[in-house]
């Protein structure tokens, strides 16, 4: 049996399965992201996996991570920094988003390039003969590297 909440019918540590349906989030998923290191579980004397019921906000902020393109490994990395024994603040939701905000505002920027520049070229000139000599005369970018060069600058 699940032990309690003082004062409260809530049970103080949820099963992966109660963390799978009050998240949204499917067991499997529940697993890998522990093996990740972005949340975590004690076992109880049976060998089950018991989450504290702060993981609920913490798979909560990975969900939303997700969604808006951050890569799970730089989740992780964010995640990594901050407690796992009690729920994430606005504070540290704060200092998350700020960190996220900047990656989505470079993300923003450069698909709002590519729209505006979908239909004749994609930033390398594979798509235009009459348009690349204007933007990449002579190839020249090709020294910098594959792919689309204009669009997509190496980040290093």
Sequence with gaps: MTEKCPNSAMPREL?????????????????FYETKGLIRSQRNRG????????I???VAVIKVAQRTGIPLAEIADAL???????PLTAQ???????????Q??????????LRDQID???GCGCLSMQECPLRNPLDSLAVEGPGPRLLEPDPA
């Design 15 to 31: 099963s992966v399965g109660e963390v799978a349906e009050r998240s949204g989030v499917a067991v499997s998923t529940l697993h």
């Design 47 to 54: 060998n089950q996996r018991r989450y504290p019921r702060s």
């Design 56 to 58: 609920l906000r913490r």
């Design 80 to 86: 990594a920094v901050l407690p796992h024994d009690r």
């Design 92 to 102: 540290d939701w704060r200092r998350l988003s700020q960190t996220w905000r900047r």
């Design 104 to 113: 989505l505002d470079d993300r923003i920027a450069r698909l709002t390039r």
């Design 120 to 122: 004749g070229c994609i």
